[in-house]
Nanobody
Framework: QVQLVESGGGLVQPGGSLRLSCEAS????????MSWYRQAPGKERELVAT???????NYADSVKDRFTISRDNAKNTVYLQTNGLKPIDTAVYYC?????????????????WGQGTQVTVSS
């Protein structure tokens, strides 16, 4: 059974930091690209950061130089270090895995989502 469990969200003052974690199980984590998305009230879900199986990283322009994505394949966990938080960063943050699964017809791409963790930036 595939599971993505996020943690680390909370209430923080502007300028503060949080470290989000997403622990994965039920699929081959090391062979999967991992991403963080976020969704603010009344807005569409947007990509925040991605880390590939080789460790390559991409960020949304709005979080570059403030957020850092990383992964620990030994712990099946992906992290998002968020620094210099702003009220506009307030959202539910979701972990996503892009991987593959074995079907009777062969390997097929698969995407999995976590349940999300709330980040609120407010004074």
């Amino acid at each position: 059974q595939v599971q993505l469990v996020e943690s680390g969200g909370g209430l923080v003052q502007p300028g503060g930091s949080l470290r989000l974690s997403c622990e994965a199980s039920g699929f081959t984590f090391s062979s999967s690209a991992m991403s963080w998305y976020r969704q603010a009230p009344g807005k569409e879900r947007e990509l925040v950061a991605t880390i590939t199986t080789a460790g390559g990283r991409n960020y949304a322009d709005s979080v570059k130089d403030r957020f850092t994505i990383s992964r620990d394949n030994a712990k099946n966990t992906v992290y998002l270090q968020t620094n210099g938080l702003k009220p506009i960063d307030t959202a539910v943050y979701y972990c996503r895995a892009d991987t593959k699964r074995l079907l009777p017809t062969g390997w097929a791409p698969a995407t999995y989502w976590g349940q999300g963790t709330q980040v609120t930036v407010s004074s």
